[in-house]
């Protein structure tokens, strides 16, 4: 019976076995997206604040259709801040017309990720100059949570500017523009 053909039901069902019985790949150490645009699991806003910032970036959202999340995560767990930001900014759906704040007090980090329908206009560039002209001294004066809003603000001042029509695409933009 060898090289007898293998009806696609019993190729599919094998595959699904295979599947669930491998190890599993790398695990998602993604947070669990919150219900709003704040998820403070670093606890730099005071409950009042995180409210107001809440209510800020929804009503951004709701005039402008920029999603503007801001997360501050506790310990990366070993990951570069570039990883955990990728990674939550897709896990969540934000990627699209989004912007994604990740502040990691405990490394000592910042990042801005930037979404494909944002990327002409919040360039990468734009992003680093936010962390280090406008969020980095205020971080040093030892106060994070006012140094958040003080980029987010810039951002959402930012976000909805005009495009720079020569700005770079990613790769990963390019991949997924129909042709």
């Not at 060898?2 to 599993?24: E, H, K, N, T, Y």
């Not at 709701?62 to 990728?86: C, M, Q, R, W, Y």
């Amino acid at each position: 019976m060898i090289g007898r053909p293998v009806p696609a039901r019993f190729a599919a069902l094998l595959a699904l076995l295979l599947a669930a019985c491998s190890p599993p790949s790398e695990a998602s150490d993604v947070a669990q997206r919150p219900d709003g645009p704040v998820l403070d699991e670093a606890d730099i806003f005071r409950a009042e604040q995180e409210a107001a910032l809440e209510r800020d970036l929804t009503d951004y959202f709701n005039e402008t259709g920029v999603a503007l999340v801001v997360v501050t995560d506790s310990s990366l767990d070993g990951e570069t801040i570039e990883k955990v930001a990728f990674d939550t900014f897709n896990e969540w759906g934000i990627a699209g017309r989004g912007l994604l704040v990740l502040v990691a007090p405990t490394e000592r980090q910042i990042r801005i990720e930037v979404g494909c329908g944002l990327e002409t206009v919040v360039t990468d560039l734009l992003a680093s100059r936010v962390i280090e002209d406008t969020m980095i001294p205020l971080y040093r004066s030892g106060d994070l949570a006012v140094a958040t809003f003080a980029g987010v603000d810039e951002l959402k001042r930012v976000a909805v500017g005009p495009a720079i029509t020569d700005a770079p695409h990613s790769p990963l933009c390019l991949e997924s523009t129909p042709s």
